[in-house]
């Protein structure tokens, strides 16, 4: 710690500028941007009531994600993350943390995952059968529902469908009560207006609990197989509360929907700005899948969506920044980081990051085909990385290729030219949404 400096701060020219580019974008994320240009790659915020250090690029990412990761943590308890998610695995630190995990990663690798396709076909495709020729559709609301319908009925083996629209705001309302907000600068401040949506998600979830336990007790002992999903397989675990799996259960819901969501929304986004990429991927998706529906092995095959998908990914990582408290006073890359300060590792700006990525602002999905661009390892991190890397970027990876693939196949996607800019909820959404004008294509 002795040779480690302090982090460099924004003086008041930066700030000014910072203030202009916010009016003009209309988004936080521009005046971090502006912050990393003015200042480098290692920065402090100094408002009032908020000083985290923002550190960008492979060698910081590296240092909080593996080499350094005990110095960090996650659990930050005046934080309405774990307020909510409680002893979630997204916000548990230790022994506490891996023991869960471990728990949970058995049903979310690949093979697991592979399995359910056929269930995230039909889900698709009974949200696109309502799709009527010609009309503008919200694909922000739209993957939503997909999204909720792929989680719950695959991952909980929850038939969500007759629950979507009464869970809807209550599931909304959790969203928002983990959002960045005042909160950050104010972590008491009273927050009126949300018992009444949380206590939903907890009489819901608390049902499927008891109701899975009555449905696996009412089974003979002897016909109870391995669980395929992860509320059958929690249940089964005799340590397992119902107050613990409410909590997992609770973090795969947010984690595992909210981020396909913006994964969809914005990849739609992109594709209905570069008709180009759009018929190249068509052709693709048409030639393997050849009129058939995406099965497991054919999506393994569409090489140009993965690598739309990737790109997606490093434009709009819908998880656009690692949160970490520092544990005890400690350097990083030759920068001193006190006990208690808020680190974020910005994943947008090390994706963004000129020394790394050629036109770093463009979208190319060629970067990532066969001979394209080489960053750094821990330079793309859209699923982080190390032992707290995305349990379900597996899940969420196959899940975006058999929707994408689907809507490709049997609609035509224009976009209307609504505006969108990138907002900062609790994953980093496509704003107002993105209404696209889809029309059928000949069976
Ligand atoms: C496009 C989709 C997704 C993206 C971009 C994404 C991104 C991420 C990232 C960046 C992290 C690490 C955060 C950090 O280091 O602070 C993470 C962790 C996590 N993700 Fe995802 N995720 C996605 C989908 C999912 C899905 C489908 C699930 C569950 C089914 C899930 C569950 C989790 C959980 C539980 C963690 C915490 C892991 C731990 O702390 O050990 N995510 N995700």
Redesign the pocket.
């Known amino acids: 710690m002795s040779s480690a400096k302090p982090l460099p701060v924004a003086g008041p020219e930066t700030g000014l500028k910072v203030l202009r580019g916010l009016a003009r974008e209309r988004s936080l994320l521009a005046a971090l941007e502006i912050m990393r240009d003015e200042v480098g790659p290692a920065f402090q915020i100094t408002l009032p009531g908020f000083q985290p250090a923002v550190l960008v690029g492979p060698e910081h990412n590296r240092g909080i994600?593996v080499s350094q990761r005990d110095s960090f943590r996650?659990r930050s308890p005046s934080d309405p993350v774990t307020k909510l998610l409680r002893h979630?695995?997204?916000v548990?630190d230790g022994e506490m943390?891996d023991r869960l995990?471990g728990a949970?990663e058995p049903v979310?690798q690949k093979p697991q995952v592979i399995r359910h396709v056929p269930a995230m076909l039909a889900y698709t495709d009974r949200v696109l059968d309502r799709w009527a020729d010609g009309s503008v559709q919200n694909m922000l609301v739209e993957m939503r529902r997909v999204a909720l319908l792929i989680?719950m009925g695959t991952?909980l083996d929850v038939e969500f469908g007759p629950d979507l629209e009464r869970m809807w705001e209550p599931i909304l309302r959790s969203i928002k009560y983990i959002s960045p907000g005042l909160w950050i600068v104010w972590p008491n401040m009273p927050r009126p207006g949300y018992e009444r949506a949380l206590a939903q998600m907890d009489d819901y979830l608390y049902d499927l609990v008891r109701d899975r336990r009555q449905s696996l007790a009412r089974r003979d002992a002897t016909g109870v197989q391995p669980a395929a999903d992860l509320l059958t397989h929690l249940v089964q675990i005799p340590e397992m509360s119902d107050d613990l799996i409410r909590d997992q259960i609770l973090?795969?819901l947010i984690?595992?929907?909210d981020?396909?969501t913006?994964?969809l929304a914005w990849t739609l986004y992109l594709l209905g700005q570069h008709h180009d990429v759009m018929e190249r991927t068509r052709r693709e998706v048409d030639n393997v899948l050849g009129g058939g529906p995406p099965t497991a092995e054919a999506v393994n095959n569409l090489y140009s969506l993965d690598a739309v998908i990737k790109e997606s990914?490093r434009l709009y990582?819908?998880?656009h920044v690692?949160?970490?408290l520092v544990a005890e006073d400690t350097a990083l890359s030759g920068y001193e980081l006190r006990a208690g300060t808020r680190v974020m590792?910005s994943?947008y700006l090390s994706h963004r990051d000129e020394r790394y990525w050629e036109e770093p602002q463009a979208f190319r999905p060629e970067r990532f085909e066969r001979g394209g661009e080489r960053p750094p390892a821990f330079t793309y991190?859209?699923?982080?990385?190390g032992?707290?890397?995305?349990?379900?970027?597996a899940?969420?990876?196959v899940?975006?290729k058999v929707v994408l693939a689907r809507i490709l196949q049997r609609f035509t996607l224009e976009d209307v030219g609504r505006p969108v800019w990138p907002y900062m909820g609790a994953?980093l959404e496509p704003h107002p949404g993105v209404f696209l004008r889809v029309k059928r294509r000949p069976a």
Do not use: D, K, Y
């Open positions: 994600m996650w979630g695995v997204l548990e943390h995990r949970m979310l989680f991952l973090t795969m984690a595992g929907h981020t396909s913006a994964l990914l990582p819908p998880i690692g949160n970490r590792a994943i991190v859209p699923f982080g990385g032992p707290r890397a995305c349990i379900g970027a899940f969420a990876q899940e975006a994953t």
